[in-house]
């Protein structure tokens, strides 16, 4: 794949992005102020998840079959289905229809979301491999990286956007801009990609969509609970508990949101260097392990903290901005496994099955999110969140600790 394919394939990605992370805070912000609890407004994203969990799974069996630029243009083109749907709203409907249209509308964009990632995150892959099939592992952590921390940067300004568009223009109309934004992406994507992009060389059945091998299933049981544990207090309770306990505007809540974001993307972008890998030595299970046990220790550090009342402002502001660092290099630690654990032949299918898990974990945690709020406040949703971290650690000592896949042995895994 040349680095122009991966550059159009990053772009388009990046757009789509942008637009995902808007329509979060549109909606989230929207019906909070017509009155919607958290557990409804945790309801509006069930779907969304839901539908992320089987599309990461077909989706990846399609790319293999049918090639990237298939699945990315499709859920280019499925987002801005999503975006008109969602402007059609009207204040006046009864309750349960607005929320079950939204549901449903919410689940397109959550099929949008990983036919795009699933095309972006296996061309990385195919970049990192060169024409002999010999692949680099330091560059694939380091392209790994790179993606995965500008898609978060660009979704934290998603989070941003949305909530000025939502203050300056309204709901409606800042569903059409964005469409209409997405549609020139969709255009230029589907001129500038070739067809076999990631299109596998041998044909792909329906029972190979669950993978068989240990580590990727291993990896995905941790990123189930390790995505969880960040949606469980980030999703529904903190934007709540921001703009009702500390009766912050929309504008600040996306706009802190959006900040923290980006800063969360920087550090995932910047996790080679931080984990001591740039110099082309790959991370492995010892990283993904120590960091996870990190991870553990800053969340049930700010639950303390809430628990005792104790600077609560400041221990979440402060907590927040620790948990990002510390769960972005986690991120994109188990972002760089995942390629480094599959052969080149079957990147899309492996991916598939592991942002399956992703998606099952966000799910799961958007779902606990309006729950615990809803029971014990964000202190509530941080125990829980402490508890889904120690379970991602405890997975992940179960990762072997060589990092093969490549078709040619094996690679020395980073130990501690």
């Known amino acids: 794949m040349s680095r122009r394919g991966y ?69 280019l083109a499925t987002q801005v289905a999503a975006l008109i749907a969602l402007s059609f709203v009207q204040e006046d409907w009864v309750g349960w229809v607005t929320v079950g249209y939204v549901m449903a509308a919410q689940a397109l964009s959550g099929v949008a979301k990983d036919l795009t990632k699933v095309s972006a995150k296996s061309a990385v892959k195919l970049l990192a491999t060169d024409s002999a099939g010999q692949e680099s592992h330091g560059r694939l952590f380091q392209w790994v990286a790179l993606l995965t921390g500008s898609k978060n940067a660009l979704k934290g300004l998603g989070f941003f956007v949305g909530g000025v568009l939502l203050s300056a223009f309204g709901f409606r109309l800042a569903l059409w801009t964005m469409a209409a934004g997405l549609v020139v992406v969709l255009v230029l994507s589907g001129l500038y990609l070739t067809a076999d992009m990631g299109r596998s060389r041998a044909p792909v059945r329906v029972t190979q969509l669950l993978s068989k091998t ?25 934007p709540i508990f921001l703009a009702d306990v500390l009766g912050w505007s929309f504008t600040a809540v ?54 005792a009342n104790f600077h609560p402002t400041m221990a979440v502001l402060g907590g927040l901005a620790l948990f990002g660092g510390v769960f972005a290099v986690n991120a994109s630690v188990h972002s760089y496994l995942i390629l480094a654990y599959t052969d080149t032949d079957r990147v899309t299918l492996d991916v598939g099955f592991y942002y399956m898990a992703n998606a099952g974990g966000r799910l799961v945690g958007t779902m606990l999110s309006g729950l615990m709020y809803l029971a014990g406040g964000l202190t509530a949703c941080l125990w829980v969140s402490t508890g889904l971290v120690l379970m991602a650690a405890l997975v992940t000592a179960f990762l072997p600790t060589t990092v093969s896949g490549t078709g040619d042995g094996s690679v020395p895994g980073y130990e501690f």
Request: proline share 1%; charged share 10%; hydrophobic share 55%.
């Open 7 to 75: 550059g159009m394939v990053s772009a388009a990605y990046w757009g789509f992005t942008l637009t995902d992370g808007a329509l979060r805070m549109l909606v989230l912000l929207h019906f909070h102020e017509l009155g919607y609890t958290p557990l409804s407004l945790a309801s509006l994203f069930l779907l969304y998840e839901l539908c992320g969990v089987v599309t990461n799974l077909v989706g990846g069996w399609a790319g293999s079959r049918l090639g990237l630029k298939t699945t990315l243009c499709s859920g």
């Open 214 to 238: 240990r580590e990727i299933n291993v990896l995905s049981l941790a990123r189930f609970f390790l995505f969880g544990s960040r949606d469980v207090w980030f999703v529904v309770a903190l």
């Open 254 to 307: 996306g706009g802190f949101l959006a900040a923290w974001v980006i800063g969360y993307g920087g550090v995932q972008a910047a996790a080679p260097a931080l984990v001591g890998k740039a110099s082309g030595v790959a991370a492995g299970a010892g990283t993904a392990l120590s960091w996870s046990i990190a991870l553990a220790i800053v969340t049930g550090g700010i639950a303390l903290a809430l628990q």
